[in-house]
């Protein structure tokens, strides 16, 4: 996965509670577990105005124009804005797979599903939980101000307003460190590399009968 070190980025507020994963990806474009190809269909029943099919090209598709990602001031925008509980409903790990493949990296709320929080990690996005005061103060600025960006810094773990503010966040060290080097769980075993090479070449020694 892309390593995360420093955005500054384009916001969008998704100005809604409770979205579930079913909202962020509906189960009709769950065929296929390779991560990219589903940001077209991200927030596919909120974003168009027909009903979208698998495998269709959405060229041409009509554009609900009052849905946030399709305003032109939020236009390539690579944060998201949330309310409480973002990513509810099931676990898919398809969620973030789309979020990503549309072009956020950085999702700001008040507050995550646990299952999703910890899938956006394993893929390359970064969600971050602040008091609902300041998220209150985000969500202000940026419906006031077309062009609304920030700065987020995550090997100093701070955000920085247009307005010069800066807003620490929390993360967990290991989740930090992942990020930061681009390790997914593929990465991470494969840093030992070496090790099951050897262990793998010993048990060919030990146990041939397991490769006759």
């Known amino acids: 996965m892309k390593p995360f070190t420093r955005l500054d980025g384009l916001v969008a507020p998704m100005d809604r509670a409770n979205v579930d994963t079913d909202a962020i990806i509906p189960k009709q474009f769950l065929k296929s577990i390779k991560r990219s190809g589903f940001g077209p269909n991200l927030f596919d029943e909120w974003r ?17 124009p009052d ?9 390539g925008a690579q944060i998201l804005l949330t309310r409480d509980n973002f990513g509810c409903g099931s676990s898919r790990e398809h969620a973030p797979w789309a979020l990503e493949d549309f072009g956020f990296r ?28 300041e998220v209150d103060e985000l969500f202000a ?28 966040f929390d993360v967990d060290a290991f989740r930090r460190e992942c990020l930061l080097n681009g390790w997914d769980d593929i990465g991470l075993t494969l840093r030992h590399a070496d090790k099951i090479r050897e262990f793998e070449a010993r048990r060919r020694i030990d146990q041939p009968w397991l490769f006759a």
């Open 48 to 64: 168009y105005l027909d009903i979208g099919q698998p495998g269709v090209d959405n060229t041409g598709r009509p554009q609900n």
């Open 67 to 75: 849905f946030v990602l399709n305003q032109p001031r939020y236009q």
């Open 141 to 168: 600025q940026c419906f006031n101000a077309t062009g609304y960006r920030l700065n987020v810094d995550l090997q100093a773990r701070t955000i920085t307003r247009p307005d010069g503010k800066v807003i620490s």
């Open 106 to 133: 950085v999702i700001i709320g008040p507050s995550f599903a646990d299952i999703f929080f910890n899938n956006c990690f394993k893929n390359g996005l970064l969600p971050i939980k602040l008091p609902a005061a």
